[in-house]
């Protein structure tokens, strides 16, 4: 189970203040969490990565967690971030697999989660855009494969692909 | 997945410095003081106009100025909540401002008619003056904007550039608007909202590839 939003508030505002004991026990909270946030979202192998790029990003902008609104939803609006320029940069290898690591999870992380998960991003997308966007860019077929699959020209699944990512930019705080 | 030790963890850790939380106060301070500082601007170059005190200007000289500063504010507020980012975020107020600031130009279409509109336009020879002046002097809060977001972390940058556009270009107008002596809703409602348009569609552009990290 990972820590509650009070939980990780006050131990949030303490690193604010310098507080490294607390920061240690926050960071690993915050690593679970994210986690659990990207898989199915991203291929195992490249899972530790987003997650420590997400967690550097959070020490160098932990100024702009304001103490008088919650922890996890500006912990999302970051993690959501960073994934989408995930998505633009990285191509996944042949041999990834996406993964189904599930960890127990109680109800209330599920409602948390669920409110502030990445599928919600993708409910604002045509299904095309979100087709091309999985193949591509989450399971790593070609430009040529994807367009075979889809049944779309190469040329559109490029155009769906590059507004898809630009529409789920646009989304990363306004989706809920 | 477990908690497992991460070095990561230990070097972030390490570097922890305590840090002053953002606040919006404060980016709503440095605006004010942007804007505070774009009036005396206008009053040193141009001179406010005196006839706003003397009861000269009509009702659509504080109705239009009015609608400039409200958007100017509405829009400041989105980008300053911009800095600290959180999901939910919506904005909503200041989408809303920018369409009631769109009843200026409409008014003045409905009411001249597309000829007198056209007309109006064309033959409006402290127009383009006040369109460049409006977006010049929205430069000031421009930039107060973007150091704010770079201080910040915004993560809609599209958003963050549209809106730091439009809160300059409404603000800039807003204090030109206060040395402008024309009055008219066809001079208004062109000439002074224009250059929030501009400014809205310099900053999508101009802002995102300077506060993006």
Same mark, same amino acid.
């Given at each position: 189970?990972?820590?509650?939003? /009070? ?7 303490? /690193? ?60 999302? /609006? ?9 998505? @633009? ?25 669920? @409110?502030?998960?990445?599928? @919600? ?6 299904? @095309? ?48 | ?39 005396? $601007? ?5 001179? #406010? ?9 009509? &009702? ?7 609608? #400039? ?14 800095? &600290? ?11 809303? &401002? ?40 929205? $430069? ?21 550039? $549209? ?34 348009? $501009? ?15």
């Amino acid at each position: 189970m990972i820590a509650d939003e /009070a939980s990780m508030a006050h131990m949030m505002a303490a /690193a604010q203040s310098g507080d490294r004991e607390m920061y240690r026990v926050l960071l690993g909270e915050v690593q679970l969490w994210l986690a659990r946030y990207f898989r199915k979202r991203v291929p195992p192998a490249q899972l530790d990565d987003l997650v420590q790029e997400v967690m550097m990003a959070v020490h160098a902008k932990r100024a702009t967690w304001d103490p008088t609104r919650a922890f996890y939803p500006w912990l999302a /609006a970051i993690a959501r971030y960073r994934w989408v320029d995930h998505l @633009r940069k990285v191509y996944r290898s042949a041999e990834d697999e996406l993964g189904d690591h599930d960890a127990a999870e109680d109800s209330e992380e599920e409602a948390v989660m669920a @409110r502030m998960s990445l599928e @919600r991003l993708f409910v604002h997308l045509p299904d @095309r855009q979100v087709e091309v966007i999985e193949l591509v860019k989450i399971e790593g077929l070609s430009i040529a494969e994807a367009a075979e699959r889809t049944g779309q020209s190469e040329s559109l699944v490029k155009v769906n692909i590059h507004r898809g990512l630009k529409k789920l930019s646009a989304l990363v705080e306004k989706a809920e | 997945m477990n908690r497992v030790p991460n070095p990561l963890i230990d070097e972030l850790a390490a570097d922890l410095a305590p840090v002053a939380p953002i606040r919006p106060w404060h980016g709503a301070l440095l605006v004010a003081l942007s804007a505070l500082a774009t009036v005396v $601007l206008v009053e040193l170059v141009d001179g #406010l106009w005196r006839g706003i005190a003397t009861g000269a200007a009509s &009702s659509i000289f504080f109705i239009a100025n009015g609608m #400039l500063g409200l958007l100017g504010v509405a829009a400041a507020g989105a980008v300053i909540s911009m800095a &600290s980012p959180r999901v939910g975020n919506r904005h909503e107020g200041a989408r809303w &401002s920018a369409a009631m600031l769109g009843l200026l130009p409409l008014t003045a279409l409905l009411a001249l008619g597309a000829g007198g509109f056209y007309a109006a336009v064309s033959s409006d020879r402290y127009g383009f003056e006040c369109f460049l002046a409006g977006a010049g002097f929205g $430069l000031v809060t421009a930039t107060a904007l973007v150091l704010w977001l770079r201080r910040g972390a915004p993560v809609s940058l599209g958003a963050a550039g $549209l809106f730091t556009g439009i809160a300059a270009g409404a603000i800039g107008s807003f204090a030109y608007g206060l040395a402008c002596p024309i009055d008219t809703i066809d001079h208004l409602g062109i000439w002074h909202v224009a250059p929030v348009a $501009l400014m809205g569609l310099v900053g999508r552009i101009a802002v995102p590839p300077l506060v993006r990290w």
